[in-house]
């Protein structure tokens, strides 16, 4: 048991140091900075990008457990041709248009 406390300790503390940020805009190297955070997660909560829509979306982060996760409908709404897409670290997606998101972490 100790083991695995000592795990949980320890992970908690690597993720306290992340720092995160999802850009978005009309290419992938000239994004805006949608959202970022350090020491904050909170839990993945759903995100509209108040009716802009970005063709191509692309993360950072110093952790690769985070993730983006995009959609191409408002409220995180997934339908049978408007799936979600993951992006991951060092990642552009460029299938968009975008209207929502949300900040996801991967254990």
């Known amino acids: 048991m100790k083991l ?3 795990s ?5 503390s690597a993720g ?3 720092a995160w940020t999802l850009y978005c805009g009309d290419s992938c190297t000239n994004g805006t900075a949608i959202v970022s955070g350090v020491d ?9 990008l108040n009716s802009t829509s970005y063709d191509h979306c692309y993360f950072e ?3 690769p457990w985070y993730h983006a996760v ?8 997934v339908g049978g041709d408007t799936p979600a897409t993951v992006v991951e670290t060092g990642v552009c997606v460029s299938a968009g248009p975008y ?3 949300e900040v996801v972490v991967n254990l």
């Open 70 to 77: 995009v959609f191409e409908l408002g409220g995180c709404w």
């Open 61 to 63: 982060s110093e952790e």
């Open 16 to 18: 306290a140091v992340n």
């Open 8 to 12: 949980l300790l320890a992970l908690a």
């Open 40 to 48: 904050d997660y909170k839990g993945a909560t759903c995100t509209d």
């Open 99 to 101: 209207l929502s998101y």
């Open 4 to 6: 695995f406390t000592n």
